[in-house]
């Protein structure tokens, strides 16, 4: 790992190197079929997406816009998956099809491409997107059409076709502000920044910070910023200011970047902690990669792929030769593990007789512990909470499969409990 001194650059350096990594959100609403069934030969009873021989499944994903990286590398696992089940007999005796719309991290577009998709497939393993996924609440809700998010805002819960896998943003928080705490000598009193998008991904982050930050007498210094902000000079500039000892940041890898490189540039060398969906592998090719190396931790309810797991060392020699071309990063491991979860949720329907939507979902949140082997377990039987609470450490290393390496495995971090117990 390198843990050298960034040499000096400046910020519309590291700006135009992660202008391809910008995030951007939007909001809006939409329209789509029911459910409806008849039994097949075979006795089981089908519903939209299933017929004698074939299982439709959907995916609403971003292919050319901000996330097209995590939405190609989510499609290629799913697809996988597909293939490898099909290859062993298929689902209930039927062949699985997954139609991928693209919406370019469009809401508009993506509103269009649920109702196209919708009333012609059983399930949605993939939504790219948290403005995709609150667009489209009410009508995915309509229609029992058992959804998995690639967003992880605690807003999702409640909902009983929406299944948030893994940790919410909040949890996410609490764990990172434990871990700067037990292992970065943070003490009663000290301020902590936190960077983070508005909207329901940063809210919610900020809501288990300040929590947590409550609950060990430090004091969060706030910085809220926009999807389209990749030079946060100003930010960084203030949180100096402020004598922060920690950073906390809760947005896209741009300005994951741009944070830690711009601080370490500028002095201020304090350890910075992201949530998932703040760090991308292609941020080891930029200029804050040396920066990044040497200050950043990511918590994460999924371990890294470069993990000794045998299931995820399975999946990724498995992933390597079906598409040598392509990296294997978070996204992999992230579509791989929802396709997996969902296809043991119709296999549990089929066993019950029905492939029809409603019973789709009703096998599903019978699962109190499902797993994968690529990862912690799941608990899906309470709609109102997260289905995993344990997060795992991992660092930024350019050497390693997927740029990450494990610091901590999964564990709950403390206070997790009560405030769970708190927020339900």
Known sequence: MNRTHPRHRTPAVLAAALAALL??????????????????ADGVRNGPGVTAKTLRLGALTDLTGPYATLGKSIV???QMWADETNAAGGVCGRKVEIVVKDHGYDVQKAVTAYA??????????QVIGSPVVAALLDDIERDHLLTFPQAWAASLLG??????????YDLDMIAAVDFLTRTRGLAKGDAVGHVYFEGDYGANALQGSTWAAGRA???????????????????????????????????GPAQTASLVGVAASRGLRVPVVSSAPGF???????????????????????????SDLPGVRAMVAAYGKKYPDSPVDSG??????????????????????????????KAHRSQKSADTGLGSPQDFSDVSRPAASSTYV???????????????????????????????
């Open 76 to 78: 290629q696992a799913q």
């Open 280 to 306: 991308a592998p292609q941020l080891m090719k930029t200029p804050a990669a040396p920066a990044l190396a040497a200050l950043l931790d990511v918590v994460s309810a999924a371990p890294a792929v470069s």
């Open 394 to 424: 991992l660092k930024p290393d350019a050497k390693a499969v997927g740029a990450l390496v494990g610091v901590e495995d999964a564990h709950r971090a403390p206070g997790v409990t009560e405030y769970l117990a708190e927020h339900s």
């Open 159 to 168: 909902h009983d076709s929406v299944q948030v896998i893994g940790t919410t």
């Open 116 to 125: 196209d998709l919708a009333p012609g497939v059983v399930a949605l393993p």
């Open 332 to 361: 992999v491991l992230s579509g791989y593990n929802a396709a997996r979860l969902l296809g043991a949720d119709l296999k549990k329907a089929c066993a019950a007789g029905s492939l029809a939507r409603e019973d789709v979902v």
């Open 217 to 251: 007498g430090l004091k969060i210094v706030p910085q809220k910023i926009k999807a389209t902000d990749t030079d946060l000079t100003a930010q960084v500039s203030a949180l100096r200011k402020a004598g922060v000892k920690a950073v906390l940041i809760s947005a």
């Open 23 to 40: 995030v951007t959100a939007t909001g809006c609403s939409s329209k789509a079929a029911g459910d409806g069934g008849s039994e097949a």
